[in-house]
């Protein structure tokens, strides 16, 4: 049962992230302007959309990385590379979304790094950098010994929690904030609801859900990576038939109780 529910979990996390990222694209064409690289307008409409791909979505697929079934069965090192690449992803896109926003300010002589959704911003970009290459050098590289990586590990899954959290809060904020600017020498304001305040609210919501989403598979005891020794009814799934080739010795589950990382 358990891991059916996993299964459909992923399936609408996907469906929401896709959703995420094509619903803030559409906001920032079809009301925005559509997109650019000039200093215009035009190239702050790549803000929104790079950091709710990067920050969000593909951020939050890089942190359930090792909630896979797949995944518990065998070398980690295939999945470590999987969980920091698609980090490195997301901290990419990112990047050229800072970019973006910094050009736009900068082009237009405003003030950088002035709104709460700035600092909410930063410091989750900031935590995500450090994280990632704290996360490199010490679960990737192969020379941290298993006490380094047992000490560090609740603090990198907490980090790793904390900045999706301070990630969402930032997109809410920021829609807030361009729908003040932009709405507020409308012909219809903000507080009369037009067209483009309901999309992005409705876009808010999708990121609020989305993220909610994934701090729920992340928490949830019966979907966490199990200690080595202890099967759980996802890993029973992955087991061979009856009858078929036993898996190779370097995928079966460790069962001796012994500190055991396989690379």
């Not at 859900?209 to 890993?235: C, H, M, N």
Request: proline share 7%.
């Amino acid at each position: 049962m358990a891991s059916g529910w996993f299964y459909l979990s992923c399936l609408v996390l996907g469906s929401l992230g896709s959703m995420c990222i094509l619903f803030t694209a559409y906001w920032m064409q079809f009301w925005c302007g559509g997109f650019a690289w000039d200093g215009s307008t035009h190239t702050f409409n790549w803000h929104p959309v790079l950091t709710v791909a990067g920050m969000v979505v593909f951020y939050g697929a890089g942190s359930l990385v090792y909630r896979l079934p797949q995944s518990w069965l065998g070398p980690k090192l295939p999945w470590k590379l999987l969980h920091a690449a698609l980090h490195l992803m997301a901290f990419s896109l990112t990047v050229v979304g800072l970019v973006a926003v910094f050009k736009f300010h900068n082009h237009n002589h405003i003030a950088n790094l002035y709104s709460l959704h700035s600092w909410l911003g930063i410091t989750a970009v900031f935590l995500f950098a450090c994280q990632w290459f704290l996360g490199f050098a010490i679960f990737l590289l192969p020379w941290a010994s298993l006490w380094l990586r047992s000490l560090l590990k609740p603090i990198h899954v907490f980090f790793g929690a904390s900045i999706l959290s301070l990630s969402i809060a930032s997109v809410i904020s920021g829609i807030n904030e361009k729908l003040f600017f932009t709405l507020k020498n409308a012909t219809k304001p903000y507080s009369s609801l037009p067209s483009q305040a309901v999309f992005a609210n409705c876009t808010g919501m999708l990121v609020v859900t989305f993220g909610l989403l994934v701090l729920y598979i992340l928490l949830a005891s019966s979907w966490k990576r199990p200690e080595p020794g202890i099967l759980t009814d996802r890993q029973l799934l992955l087991q061979p038939r009856p009858g078929s080739p036993p898996f190779p010795v370097a995928y079966m589950p460790v069962t001796t109780g012994q500190p055991h990382e396989p690379w």
